[in-house]
């Protein structure tokens, strides 16, 4: 099973470097293939992503003018995705400012499954600490199933066929935290179906400021969440 996994970049250099170079080292190889979008980084990020382009092989589409419309950005990110690889079993949603930790997605995929038994269409890796539990259902293992009310778009596992009924996602909104993904979980919601995350956390967020430097929703429960080891800012 094959997912397909995309990045979105914008500056950060270090968040970028941690988050890549946790996936390709705690992620099989033959699990998953990436594509990178660099929003028209600065020239340190886009060295650095350059660099682990040509380490790891992934694709990596720069932007030459800055887009910052998140929605936008992603639904590029999706779309190129399956031109490049062509369509795996399932897609995966990301940011640079995460942390991927060991055997994550070889945990999260049967969380997953369990939850569609159950009328999942979208499951998290990562659930922010504003995002309050509306139930639990049990997981595989010593893991839960968390209900939520909106999972952030940093963090989503789902099939392809949930994206092509529900996206793509708004492209107008300019900036970070527009709430584009709010309004793509609330269309799964409405048509009766849940979203949410897996417990404990598999995947780590890094970033207490967003990539245009202001502090995130949050900040302090995010920073305090990430372990001992696993840089963040």
Known sequence: MTTNITLLVHNRPRHTEQAITSLYQNTPNQSFNLVVVNDASDEETS?????LTDLYG???YTFKDTIGIVGKVRNHAVSLVQEVYG???LLYCSDNDVYFTEGWLADLIPNFELAEMVGFKLLGAYSHPYQQTERVYAGM???GIHEKQAVASQSWLMRWETWYEYGPLDSHAKGIGQSEDVAFTNKIRDSGWKIGTVYPDVVYSTGVTGSFGKPCPGADLV???VPKGVWCE
């Not at 060295?47 to 660099?51: G, P």
């Open 47 to 51: 060295d650095m992503l350059q660099r």
């Open 87 to 89: 369509q795996g079993a």
């Open 58 to 60: 992934f694709y990596t």
């Open 141 to 143: 293992g010593d893991y």
């Open 223 to 225: 920073k305090n969440a």
